[in-house]
C-alpha cells in the first residue's frame, strides 16, 4: 500500500501532463493559468508543498474531480461499487477507458442477442400456430 501511495505521488506530474496533452495544453500553460513558474510548480510536486486551493484550479483546468489527486484505485473501486458515480474520470488507470468501451460494446452486442431471439421466439410462435391451423384444417 505504502509503495502505491509513493508511485502515485511521484507520477502525479506525469499524470497532469498527459491530460494536458490530450486537452491540448502544455505544462507552461497550466503553470501560467495558476500565476506559477514551471519549476515553482515542479518543486512543489516534488515537495508535495502543492496547496489544496492549486489542487483545485488544476482539477478545475483538467476538468477532473479534485478527489482524484487523493485517491488510492484500488479503495476508490471498492468504494465506488457502493455508491452512485458522480466522475467517470480515473487518471490513474489507462486500462479502465479499455475496460468501459470493451463493456459497453458487450453490452450492446447482448441487446441485440436478446432483440435476435425475441424475434425468432415470435417467428417460432407464429409458425407454429400457422401449422396448428393446417392440422386443423384437414
Known amino acids: ?3 502505491l501511495r509513493k508511485e502515485i505521488l511521484m507520477n502525479l506530474k506525469g499524470k497532469i501532463v498527459e491530460l494536458l496533452d490530450k486537452q491540448k495544453y502544455s505544462y507552461k500553460d497550466l503553470a501560467e493559468h ?3 513558474t514551471e ?3 515542479d518543486h512543489a510536486l516534488e515537495t ?3 496547496e489544496v486551493r492549486t ?3 488544476i482539477s478545475k483546468e483538467l476538468r477532473i474531480p479534485l478527489y482524484s489527486f487523493f485517491r488510492d484505485p484500488a479503495q476508490m473501486a471498492a468504494y465506488m461499487e457502493e455508491k452512485e458515480k458522480y466522475y467517470d474520470v480515473n487518471i490513474w488507470s489507462h ?3 479499455k475496460y468501459k ?3 459497453d460494446r458487450l453490452r450492446e452486442d447482448l441487446q441485440k442477442l436478446s432483440s435476435d431471439i425475441k424475434n425468432k ?3 417460432i410462435e407464429t409458425l407454429e400456430s400457422e401449422l396448428k391451423k393446417g392440422w386443423t384444417n384437414k
Open 101 to 103: 468501451s470493451e463493456i
Open 34 to 36: 495558476l500565476n506559477l
Open 39 to 41: 519549476g515553482q510548480l
Open 1 to 3: 500500500m505504502l509503495s
Open 48 to 50: 508535495k508543498t502543492l
Open 55 to 57: 489542487l483545485e484550479l
Open 95 to 97: 486500462q479502465e477507458i
Open 121 to 123: 421466439e415470435m417467428l
